[in-house]
């Protein structure tokens, strides 16, 4: 909490999760902590989202294989193949997004203002 009418709402995803599940989060914990503190309403005041980078690296790699016949009784042959891949490094994109949010009780902001969110209706549509 910046006072006690405004926060700064963080979230952050994996590699595997989109903005929208992140933005997700971030609206149920605002509607979660207005709640917590007897508002009815919250509004954006900033928003930040994007993706961090992070980086894996992957080992090099050889590999072997190879296949015997047997033809009579002394003779054998072997062919064998080997493949090298040569170490690399994956970029992985990871969605965050960051909001500042003020609250609001009702009588003090009128509902349905672009950027203007019911605190309940978040929740009640979130089965929360």
Not at 39 to 47: M, S, V
Not at 54 to 83: C, K, L, P
Not at 107 to 118: A, D, F, Y
């Given at each position: 909490?910046?006072?006690?009418?405004?926060?700064?709402?963080?979230?952050?995803g994996s590699s595997f999760d989109d903005l929208a599940k992140v933005t997700h989060k971030v609206?149920?914990?605002?509607?979660?902590?207005?709640q917590q503190r007897g508002f009815q309403y919250f509004q954006i005041l900033?928003?930040?989202?994007?993706?961090r980078p992070t980086?894996?690296?992957n080992a090099?790699?050889?590999?072997?294989?190879?296949t015997m016949t047997r033809?009579?009784?002394?003779s054998t042959y072997y062919n064998?193949?080997?493949?090298?891949?040569?170490a690399s490094v994956t970029r992985l994109d990871k969605p965050m997004k960051e909001t500042v949010v003020r609250f609001y009780k009702t009588g003090e902001i009128t509902p349905g203002q672009p950027g203007?969110?019911?605190?309940?209706?978040i929740l009640a549509a979130n089965g929360s």
């Amino acid at each position: 909490m910046l006072d006690e009418r405004t926060a700064i709402i963080s979230g952050k995803g994996s590699s595997f999760d989109d903005l929208a599940k992140v933005t997700h989060k971030v609206f149920m914990e605002a509607a979660t902590t207005g709640q917590q503190r007897g508002f009815q309403y919250f509004q954006i005041l900033d928003d930040k989202q994007g993706y961090r980078p992070t980086y894996v690296q992957n080992a090099a790699t050889t590999s072997t294989s190879g296949t015997m016949t047997r033809t009579g009784r002394h003779s054998t042959y072997y062919n064998e193949t080997t493949t090298s891949t040569p170490a690399s490094v994956t970029r992985l994109d990871k969605p965050m997004k960051e909001t500042v949010v003020r609250f609001y009780k009702t009588g003090e902001i009128t509902p349905g203002q672009p950027g203007v969110w019911s605190v309940q209706s978040i929740l009640a549509a979130n089965g929360s």
